[in-house]
């Protein structure tokens, strides 16, 4: 028993990156009345136009806890620079959305973002499409890929949360689920986690991010356990996502999604792919201190693939 409440411990603070509950006053982020259409209903976006005549269109999927504006500014300015046009939306359940803090559930997650993708491509005709996804936004994105679900040239999973099949211990399943049963609403901050865990070395804007009430950064077990049917889901697609180039970037000091875990999934990709280990890299690629440097290699990989 001790031992699955303390792995469910560990995966809840695994979940929320090691931030806890938003304390201070809010930043002043962009909050853009602009929406798009997701499976159920609109979705808060914001949109960052390329610089001169756009190349290509970039969708990005944040990660749990996050949201658009918290995740992608630096990441949207590097790519915009390139030609790349971005779109960012709230996965629904978080961020700017009315539905902030209610668990969607991983079926939801990915239909929103076929959704989505289907409406940045009828108002951006003609253009290619890359989805890049981050953590959890990457098994959302590798999920919907290897279902058939995704309308996209070129896919780039950053740190993305595949920790799922074979490569969870049945210890942490059996915490995950006994938390939901016992006390599924119960949300947990970093103190309740015995593990303490770093998601990023940029610690100057992890605490200036983790100020926002908006970012949601304590999950309960029935999210948790949620995340972890995603992270399965996205699994158990990998090996049949063979219609679209997929660049796969791990950080080797990322202490939240294991590495193993990250390349048994890419392995187990099909079509065309590249593995970039990025050796200073954390979890939290976007906003890593070496962030630059990843994300102009992204960008190179997507300007190539989808021209």
């Known amino acids: 028993m001790r031992r ?3 792995a469910l411990g560990t995966l809840v603070l695994v979940a929320c990156g090691g931030v806890g509950e938003p304390v201070g006053p809010p930043l002043e982020f962009p909050r853009p009345a602009a929406t798009v259409a997701g499976a159920e209903g609109p979705l808060a ?3 960052w136009a390329a610089v001169g005549e756009p190349q290509a269109l970039v969708l990005a999927l944040h990660g749990y806890g996050d949201y658009a504006e918290t995740i992608w500014p630096d990441a949207a300015a590097a790519w915009t620079a390139r ?3 971005v779109w960012a939306y709230d996965q629904r359940g978080f961020g700017r959305n009315p539905s902030n803090r209610d668990w969607p559930g991983h079926e939801a997650l990915v239909a929103d973002l076929e959704a989505v993708a289907a409406a940045v491509r009828a108002e951006r005709p003609g253009l290619p499409l890359a989805v890049v996804g981050h953590s959890m936004g990457g098994g959302v994105a590798l999920a919907a890929a290897g279902e058939g679900r995704l309308d996209a040239e070129a896919l780039v999973l950053m740190a993305p949360a595949v920790w799922g099949g074979e490569q969870l211990s049945p210890v942490y399943r059996a915490g995950a689920w006994l938390g939901a049963r016992l006390f599924p609403d119960l949300r947990f901050s970093r103190a309740a986690s015995p593990v303490p865990i770093r998601p990023t070395d940029n610690l100057a804007r ?3 991010i983790s100020e ?3 970012r949601f950064a304590n ?5 948790f356990l949620g995340l972890i049917r995603l992270m399965d889901r996205a699994v158990e697609a990998a090996p049949k996502a063979a219609s ?5 970037v791990m950080g080797a000091r990322d202490e939240v ?6 390349r048994a999934a890419h392995a187990a990709l099909p079509g065309p792919k590249t593995f970039d280990y990025v050796e200073d890299g954390w979890h939290m690629l976007p906003i890593d201190l070496g962030a630059p440097e990843v994300l102009a290699r992204v960008a190179d990989w997507i300007l190539e693939t989808t021209e």
């Open 45 to 47: 976006v914001s949109r």
């Open 244 to 248: 679209v180039p997929v660049l796969t």
């Open 212 to 214: 926002d009430p908006l």
């Open 83 to 85: 030609g790349l046009e």
């Open 206 to 208: 992890l605490e200036a």
């Open 4 to 6: 699955a409440l303390a």
């Open 219 to 223: 999950p309960s077990p029935r999210e």
């Open 257 to 262: 999604i294991p590495e193993e875990s990250v």
